[in-house]
């Protein structure tokens, strides 16, 4: 069974950062496209950022790219978030994902597109 441990979350006031990281199996995470989702009670699971390990190149949710940047450190097999500006409307547990690489996209931040998933981290913002 393939594991993504995220680990990072906390509470913070509003105007705050948190980073959160995302380990992967070698095998994965390799010239793999991973990517951060969240969802908040009664809502839906969206897509946050993604992130191509092979080249480093991102993708954004368009409400959220300058606030959020997603990294990565190719040695260790880690890929992080990093949030800043945190607003109460952030608050939601926060998963990594992976995709399995034989399988078609269906949407860049899609939780349709990704087979791999890891346990979540709540973030909570307050106001």
């Known amino acids: 069974q393939v594991q993504l441990v995220e680990s990072g979350g906390g509470s913070v006031q509003a105007g705050g950062s948190l980073s959160l990281s995302c380990t992967a199996p070698g095998s994965i995470y390799s010239d793999n496209h991973m990517a951060w989702f969240r969802q908040a009670p009664g809502k839906e699971r969206e897509g946050v950022a993604l992130i191509y390990t092979g080249d480093g190149k991102t993708w954004y949710h368009s409400s959220l790219q300058g606030r959020f940047t997603i990294s990565h450190n190719n040695p260790h097999n880690i890929v992080y978030l990093q949030m800043n500006g945190l607003k109460p409307e952030d608050t939601a547990m926060y998963y990594c994902?992976?995709?399995?690489?034989?399988?078609?996209?269906?949407?860049?931040?899609?939780?349709?597109?990704?087979?791999?998933w890891g346990q979540g981290t709540q973030v909570t913002v307050s106001s």
């Open positions: 994902a992976a995709r399995d690489k034989s399988k078609d996209w269906l949407g860049i931040l899609s939780p349709a597109s990704y087979t791999y």
